[in-house]
C-alpha cells in the first residue's frame, strides 16, 4: 500500500512538472515574439463547409481572424491540420501543437432558388438554411464548446443578401461565444495572473 502511495505522489509531482515546464515554454516563446505573459496560443481552423457555403467560409474565417489576433492571442501554424477533423479531436490537437485554444468553425449552408409561374413577372425566390457551429477547446476548461448561429428564411432573390444573413447568425453566435478581440473570459490585464469568466456551453 504503501508502495501504492508513494508511486501515485511520484505520478503526479511528475505530471505537475511537466505541466509547469509547458507553460513555462509556452511564457518563454511569447516574450520571444513580443507578445505578453499571458498572450494564449490559439490553433484557429480554417472552417469546415457542407454545401454551396464558399462566401460564408470566407466570411465567417475572416471574423474569427479578427478576434484572435495580437497581442491577447498568438495564432499558431494550421499546417498539417486541414484533414477531415471532428469537434471530438480538438483536445487531441490541442495536445499536439501545444494550443490554449482551439477553434473549428463548421458551416452548413444550402441555398436554393425557385423560379416563379410562367405568366409571373415577379422575382424568383431563394431559400437559405445554414447553421454556423463555433467549436472550441480551452485546455484550462477540458471540454469541448459550441456556440450556434442558424438561419432559415424564403425570400425573392433581389432582396437576399448573404452578407447580411452571415450578420445575423454571427450575432446569435456571439451572444455566448466567450472569445473577444478584448478578452472578456479572462483578466483583461496582460502581465497578472487570468480569471475565467467563461459562459457555459455544450457540445451539440
Do not use: C
Not at 480554417?46 to 495564432?75: C, D, H, L, W
Amino acid at each position: 500500500m504503501k508502495k501504492l502511495i508513494a508511486f501515485l505522489l511520484s505520478f503526479f509531482l511528475a505530471l505537475s512538472l511537466g505541466l509547469l515546464a509547458e507553460a513555462s515554454d509556452t511564457l518563454e516563446m511569447n516574450r520571444k515574439m513580443g507578445y505578453f505573459d499571458n498572450t494564449r496560443t490559439v490553433l484557429l481552423l480554417s472552417p469546415r463547409v457542407s454545401g454551396n457555403g464558399g462566401e460564408a467560409a470566407s466570411y465567417v474565417n475572416r471574423e474569427m481572424k479578427q478576434i484572435f489576433r495580437y497581442p491577447y492571442y498568438r495564432t499558431l501554424d494550421t499546417t498539417g491540420y486541414e484533414g477531415a477533423l471532428s469537434p471530438a479531436d480538438l483536445p487531441r490537437l490541442a495536445d499536439e501543437s501545444g494550443a490554449d485554444i482551439v477553434v473549428m468553425p463548421v458551416i452548413q449552408w444550402h441555398q436554393w432558388i425557385f423560379h416563379r409561374f410562367l405568366f409571373d413577372d415577379g422575382d424568383d425566390i431563394i431559400q437559405t438554411r445554414a447553421i454556423v457551429d463555433i467549436y472550441s477547446y480551452k485546455k484550462t476548461e477540458g471540454t469541448v464548446r459550441d456556440d450556434r448561429g442558424t438561419y432559415f428564411d424564403t425570400e425573392d432573390e433581389s432582396t437576399a443578401r448573404n452578407v447580411y444573413i452571415l450578420d445575423d447568425i454571427m450575432k446569435e453566435v456571439y451572444k455566448t461565444f466567450p472569445y473577444r478581440r478584448v478578452p472578456t473570459d479572462v483578466s483583461k490585464s496582460l502581465t497578472g495572473e487570468t480569471e475565467d469568466h467563461t459562459p457555459k456551453a455544450v457540445m451539440r
